[in-house]
T-cell receptor, first 118, second 109 residues
């Protein structure tokens, strides 16, 4: 299984709603990532989880709350979002986020969740 | 100036044409990743390179580490190849990808 799955595919929510995005991988990867992608722009990194612990938060507003319940699953909890948060949210995973010389870790991306905030 | 530059930004080709997309970068890297994204869709990994050349079907990717340049070639292009092609580099000593702005390819039947 070399797939990263994301649910839901599409989500429409109001600014007062609370919703969650889900990402799952069964490749035994120990690093998982959340990206936000606006139209015609490259993805922007939001969070990195390494061995189920949050290792990087790219100064993301607190209305986005990530959670990694186990090594296969990554959630993104959404609360009090703004219309400008409407975007494609991509999840990715890699074997590990090691930065030691000579190794590289290919990131495998999911299909994304298209989020619209009204 | 972006650390990862792609050219061209937009490309329209006729079915069957040979296509080249270029990526230049200004940082030291541990690897370079070519990705494909269809409109409104998720990202598919095409190649990850740290040296030389890789081939998969009609796609060929090359990298020249000394010149800090990579190319993605598509032979016998087909309308289903229409997508955005993104070059992303993994800078040395970091977990982060630095993404290029993408090349929008449209292949006409």
């Amino acid at each position: 299984d070399t797939e990263v799955t994301q649910t839901p595919k599409h989500l429409v929510m109001g600014m007062t709603n609370k919703k969650s995005l889900k990402c799952e991988q069964h490749m035994g990867h120990r690093a998982m990532y959340w990206y936000k992608q606006k139209a015609k722009k490259p993805p922007e990194l939001m969070f990195v989880y390494s061995y189920e612990k949050l290792s990087i938060n790219e100064s993301v507003p607190s209305r986005f709350s990530p959670e990694c319940p186990n090594s296969s699953l990554l959630n993104l909890h959404l609360h009090a979002l703004q219309p400008e948060d409407s975007a494609l949210y991509l999840c990715a995973s890699s074997q590990n986020p090691a930065t030691s010389g000579g190794t590289y870790n290919e990131q495998f991306f999911g299909p994304g969740t298209r989020l619209t905030v009204l | 100036k972006n650390e990862v530059e792609q050219s061209p930004q937009n490309l329209t080709a006729q079915e069957g044409e040979f296509i080249t997309i270029n990526c230049s970068y200004s940082v030291g890297i541990s690897a370079l990743h070519w990705l494909q994204q269809h409109p409104g869709g998720g990202i598919v990994s095409l190649f990850m390179l740290s040296s030389g050349k890789k081939k998969h079907g009609r796609l060929i990717a090359t990298i020249n580490i000394q010149e800090k340049h990579s190319s993605l070639h598509i032979t016998a292009s087909h309308p289903r190849d229409s997508a955005v092609y993104i070059c992303a580099v993994r800078a040395s000593g970091t977990y982060k990808y630095i993404f290029g702005t993408g090349t929008r390819l449209k292949v006409l039947a």
